[in-house]
């Protein structure tokens, strides 16, 4: 398979939101040579999703972040990304391509791939944009940011 094949464009859906003991994911799913996330992966990741989350009463989570569910050309990902203040944590999850369900947590220094980028570099300007930057979402005598707006905006439907 060529570079120009592995790397093309690729369709990426929004799957709702998770919750989890407080958290609130938004969730994405990016496919590679069909137009949807398999079924059986996108439940393995939900039930996972909320593993390596902190709780949410720790003084500095936000109690928000995503989730990328990747049905990849060489295997199955599922990247947990939550916000504590201005920085993003990460747990990133891998499985066979052929067995979605056997997701297990990564030891790896691996970040992401491109396309995992696309979503992480949306979610990132999002977070900027809404949480730490718009004056009109800071609570009024906290320094909690309102979540609402961010929580409701999402990467559309298409091609990544």
Known sequence: MSLKEIYGPRPVEF?????????????????????????????????????????VDDGR?????????????????VLVDWWVQIEMHQAIYASPIDDPQRLERMEVPVVACVYELGVTDFERRL?????????ELVRERTDAPDLTRYLQSHLATGVI
């Open 15 to 55: 799957l709702g939101l998770w919750e989890y003991g407080g958290w609130r994911l938004k969730a994405y799913g990016i496919a590679f040579n069909r137009d949807h996330v398999r079924d059986e992966l996108v439940r393995a990741a939900r039930e996972i999703a909320g593993e390596p989350l902190p709780a």
């Open 61 to 77: 989570s936000s109690g928000a972040g995503f989730v990328v569910v990747h049905d990849s050309e060489d295997g199955c990902y």
């Open 127 to 135: 977070w900027l944009d809404l949480v730490r930057q718009d004056p």
